[in-house]
T-cell receptor, first 115, second 114 residues
């Protein structure tokens, strides 16, 4: 149980294009989903928290117009990196949490490379 | 505010030896504590968690951790290292209660020497 998937696992795009990453909870209803960014050899940095049906709450320093988050259903959240630039290249990881539960379950991550 | 400090960014042990990964936390309220493992190019997998029940927590793959309030520690141990344990380990803390932001430590890379 508690499986979270991400798609795609790896994406390469040109500078200026937009990229959408999907995060799905496969066997539970994720009332809350989190998006993290991980630079090489570093820890996870929380980008935003989203509750189903509500606007995402972004961490300080994260541009909400650049990183669009949608959590339209209890099993799906999407992160869209708009007008991507090389500095956006990173490993993006989502996690999902069920109502009244204390554990976040993580997806396998998406490696984004912007050329 | 809450934070975790992982002592040692790299730890090397021989196969069969004790694994000890250190984690100290800071929290103004009773915390929840977690250990996650990350294999290269993969997401995080939950090893174990402390949520104010038993202070000695047993997790998957033979790992366990003990919550010591007096020392504000939550060190991860395994009696005998296996080659497959080589990975990066993250300690994390959150406030008790649901939907709390999780703060991660900087990670400890475990190397197992045959």
């Amino acid at each position: 149980g508690a499986v979270v998937s991400q798609h795609p696992s790896r994406v390469i795009c040109k500078s200026g294009t937009s990229v959408k990453i999907e995060c799905r909870s496969l066997d539970f209803q994720a009332t809350t989903m989190f998006w993290y960014r991980q630079f090489p050899k570093q820890s996870l940095m929380l980008m935003a928290t989203s509750n189903e049906g509500s606007k995402a709450t972004y961490e300080q320093g994260v541009e909400k117009d650049k990183f669009l988050i949608n959590h339209a259903s209890l099993t799906l959240s999407t992160l869209t990196v708009t007008s991507a630039h090389p500095e956006d290249s990173s490993f993006y990881i989502c996690s999902a949490q069920e109502l009244y539960q204390e554990t976040q379950y993580f997806g396998p991550g998406t490696r984004l490379l912007v050329l | 505010a809450q934070s975790v400090t992982q002592l040692g960014s790299h730890v090397s042990v021989s196969e069969g030896a004790l694994v000890l990964l250190r984690c100290n936390y800071s929290s103004s309220v009773p915390p929840y504590l977690f250990w996650y493992v990350q294999y290269p190019n993969q997401g995080l997998q939950l090893l174990l968690k402390y949520t104010s029940a038993a202070t000695l927590v047993k997790g998957i793959n033979g790992f366990e951790a003990e919550f010591k309030k007096s020392e504000t520690s939550f060190h991860l141990t395994k009696p005998s290292a296996h080659m497959s344990d080589a990975a990066e380990y993250f300690c994390a803390v959150s406030r008790s209660g649901g939907y709390q932001k999780v703060t991660f430590g900087t990670g400890t890379k475990l190397q197992v020497i045959p």
